[in-house]
């Protein structure tokens, strides 16, 4: 097929007389490739022309009936809506920080006074979030249920920190009594519940959470995917944020990865002298306007 040459043009006036004299060539020649490329689809403009690699995934059947049905309503191919989906997510987190291929980190508001404050949650549970080292907080919705939800075994896991903690320090659950619920996901991977902890109780959450695993899967552990995410509530400190680290991969090296990610930042924390002299320089600005 001959392709068409575009030239160099020194004006728009002969750029649009460029145009207008080769019209009928490039409207054959777009013809022609289009008919020698794929089908114009969908899935194929998503794909940007890019070469594909094919991927085998183990998906439970739950994700895959919720994964047709919103598919569905985008009036678009399953496979498609989950291609959709993994470039969100990719773009997302390459944003946000990734740590390594099992661990992510990312920015969120659901600290202890997002928690500490909640509205679905009774005065009584607010109060004892606030006064709290360790929670359990539950995906508020999940799928076709709209409530708080827990990964099976969150109670194990609550009455397992409860005994295991060091004196001094509680932990508590971010749900009513009577509308705790559990849900049973992915049966190739391990969920736990997501834990909101301080900075200085992070490491010892993350031995704990090491501990249980250990216990619960014993000879299993090498070969066992879990997913855990602890949410890190930095304090009331200037400039501080609320960092969730997300982690799915082996049980095995979830232990080193964690204790990495919780190193690098507490390195990059300002120390205490920097926050109080930023308080300071925030209340003396305040008190000039």
């Not at 490739?33 to 969908?42: A, G, I, K």
């Not at 969920?191 to 249980?212: F, K, R, W």
Request: charged fraction near 25%.
């Amino acid at each position: 097929m001959r392709q068409a040459v575009i030239p160099r043009f020194s004006s728009e006036a002969e750029e649009a007389a460029w145009w207008d004299a080769h019209r009928s060539e490039i409207e054959s020649e777009i013809r022609q490739r289009m008919n020698q490329t794929r089908p114009l689809t969908l899935g194929n403009l998503l794909d940007g022309g890019k070469p594909s690699q094919p991927v085998t995934l183990r998906v439970s059947k739950e994700d895959m009936e919720t994964a047709r049905r919103l598919a569905a309503r985008k009036g678009v191919g399953y496979q498609t809506y989950i291609k959709m989906l993994l470039r969100e997510a990719l773009a997302e987190n390459a944003s946000e920080g990734i740590v390594n291929s099992a661990c992510s980190c990312n920015e969120v508001e659901t600290g202890f006074q997002y928690w500490s404050g909640a509205g679905f949650l009774s005065d009584q549970t607010r109060a004892a979030i606030g006064k709290s080292d360790m929670v359990l907080v539950p995906a508020e919705g999940f799928g076709d249920y709209a409530g708080p939800v827990f990964p099976v075994g969150t109670n194990e896991l609550f009455q397992f920190l409860r005994s295991k903690v060091p004196s001094g320090i509680s932990v508590e659950l971010a749900v009513e009594d009577a509308n705790y619920a559990e849900l049973a996901l992915h049966g190739d991977i391990l969920h736990l519940a997501c834990v909101l902890v301080t900075l200085l109780g992070a490491p010892v959450a993350t031995g704990l959470i090491v501990e249980y695993l250990k216990k619960r899967l014993g000879s299993r552990l090498e070969n066992t995917e879990v997913r855990v995410s602890l949410i890190l509530d930095q304090g009331d400190g200037v400039d501080t944020k609320t960092i969730k680290i997300s982690y799915e991969g082996p049980a095995h090296t979830f232990e080193k990865t964690m204790n990495e990610v919780l190193a690098s930042i507490s390195k990059a924390q300002p120390s205490r002298a920097e926050l109080m002299g930023r308080k300071a320089h925030s209340s003396s600005a305040g008190r000039r306007k």
